[in-house]
């Protein structure tokens, strides 16, 4: 036989294995994990649920999902279990105190360079449009514009209904009846 024809069988059976490596990888960080929970640890369940461990059994544990309220879940059910920081971060909205993080500020304006007076940056050769309310000087300004429109758009119905007569449809029937069988 050829080695270019056991190739393939030799690749696909070290795939085969590496894939099976990993995953039991995985498994055994999964039971490390587990095996490490201790009362008062956060952990998160397969289902996403947050809860604190209060007690530890060989296959089950005991979660207080709510103050007061305990429930019983298989060892397997739990997901991850939490450092502290995060699952206070989590359920409680308590934020550690990195002082190295950096500063958010809460809005744009320390972020925009060159801005105007309100805020808004203006672009060379570009004309502001006011989005504002109309002026009492502004409306008769504004209603003889709309008054040659519909002068405009009065005469153009016209013209188009002497141009072209309406053509009748072939069966004879109009918009609106039903001559349905």
Request: no cysteine.
């Amino acid at each position: 036989m050829n080695i270019v024809t056991l190739l393939p069988f030799i690749v696909l059976i070290g795939a085969m294995f590496l894939m099976t490596r990993s995953a039991k990888n995985k498994q055994r960080q999964a039971a490390q994990m587990r095996d490490h929970m201790q009362p008062g640890t956060g952990v998160r369940t397969i289902g996403g649920m947050y809860a604190t461990v209060k007690e530890v059994s060989e296959d089950s544990v005991l979660l207080e999902v709510a103050p007061g309220v305990h429930a019983i879940y298989a060892k397997n059910a739990i997901g991850a279990v939490l450092p502290d920081d995060e699952y206070n971060r989590i359920i409680h909205g308590i934020e550690g105190s990195d002082d190295d993080a950096p500063v958010v500020p809460d809005d744009l304006s320390s972020l925009t360079e060159g801005a105007d007076k309100d805020g808004v940056a203006e672009k060379a050769g570009e004309k502001k449009i006011d989005l504002g309310k109309d002026t009492a000087a502004d409306a008769p300004a504004k209603a003889d514009a709309a008054a040659e429109d519909k002068a405009v758009t009065a005469e153009k119905p016209a013209d188009a209904a002497k141009a072209e007569p309406k053509a009748e449809p072939k069966d004879g029937k109009r918009d609106g009846d039903s001559d349905a069988k």
